[in-house]
């Protein structure tokens, strides 16, 4: 089970990296499209590349949970947990290096990027083989994801001014 586990988290940090830096561009090139808008970034600010974690994240737990979830009660919650553990990663590694530079740099960025979804997928495997958190069920991990989703869609539409909506 843990090699299948592996090769699952393996192939989702890749599958991850991909569609999130092909998100990146979507937004521009559906002209502007607000609906695209909703699960691409339409700014620069850290907020809303979190999107680009978030939503290939949460397409590759929702397919995993056809091969893993159903048979293990623990995969919910693990997949939230390394989830959000990766939202929360970006904007503290952004934030950090920021404040000791002055400026983002691009290639600084991109990095963060590919350890923040390392590190959602590490800590998610982790869970998996070694952990039994059953404290999620199912609905609630729904509930949860929806709570989220649904602070991605009214920040792209009523942002507010905050400086991790703002653009660095």
Same mark, same amino acid.
């Given at each position: 089970?843990? @090699? @299948?586990? !592996?090769?699952?988290?393996?192939?989702?940090?890749?599958?991850?990296?991909?569609?999130?830096? %092909? %998100? +990146?561009? =979507?937004?521009?090139?559906?002209?502007? !499209?607000?609906?695209?808008?909703? /699960?691409?970034?339409? &700014?620069?600010?850290?907020?809303? +590349?979190?999107?680009?974690?978030?939503?290939?994240?949460? %397409?590759?737990? $929702?397919?995993?949970? $056809?091969? /893993?979830?159903?048979?293990? @009660?623990?995969? =919910?919650? *693990? &997949?939230?947990?390394?989830?959000?553990?990766? %939202? $929360?990663?970006?904007?503290?590694?952004?934030? *950090?290096?920021?404040?000791?530079?002055?400026?983002?740099?691009? *290639?600084?960025?991109?990095i963060i990027f590919i350890i923040s979804i390392c590190a959602a997928f590490a800590i998610m495997g982790y869970i998996l083989k070694n952990y039994n958190l059953r404290f999620l069920t199912l609905k609630a991990g729904i509930f949860l994801w929806e709570l989220i989703f649904a602070l991605f869609v009214i920040f792209?539409?009523?942002?507010?001014?905050?400086?991790?909506? @703002?653009? /660095?």
């Amino acid at each position: 089970m843990n @090699k @299948k586990i !592996n090769s699952y988290i393996i192939s989702g940090i890749i599958f991850t990296i991909l569609l999130g830096t %092909l %998100l +990146h561009f =979507v937004y521009e090139w559906s002209g502007e !499209n607000p609906i695209v808008g909703l /699960f691409s970034p339409i &700014s620069e600010s850290v907020w809303e +590349h979190l999107k680009l974690l978030f939503y290939p994240m949460s %397409l590759w737990i $929702f397919f995993g949970y $056809f091969k /893993f979830g159903k048979k293990n @009660k623990n995969y =919910v919650c *693990a &997949s939230l947990i390394g989830l959000i553990s990766g %939202l $929360f990663i970006i904007p503290v590694l952004f934030y *950090a290096y920021t404040a000791i530079t002055g400026q983002s740099y691009l *290639a600084t960025d991109i990095i963060i990027f590919i350890i923040s979804i390392c590190a959602a997928f590490a800590i998610m495997g982790y869970i998996l083989k070694n952990y039994n958190l059953r404290f999620l069920t199912l609905k609630a991990g729904i509930f949860l994801w929806e709570l989220i989703f649904a602070l991605f869609v009214i920040f792209s539409i009523f942002t507010p001014d905050l400086p991790i909506f @703002k653009e /660095f």
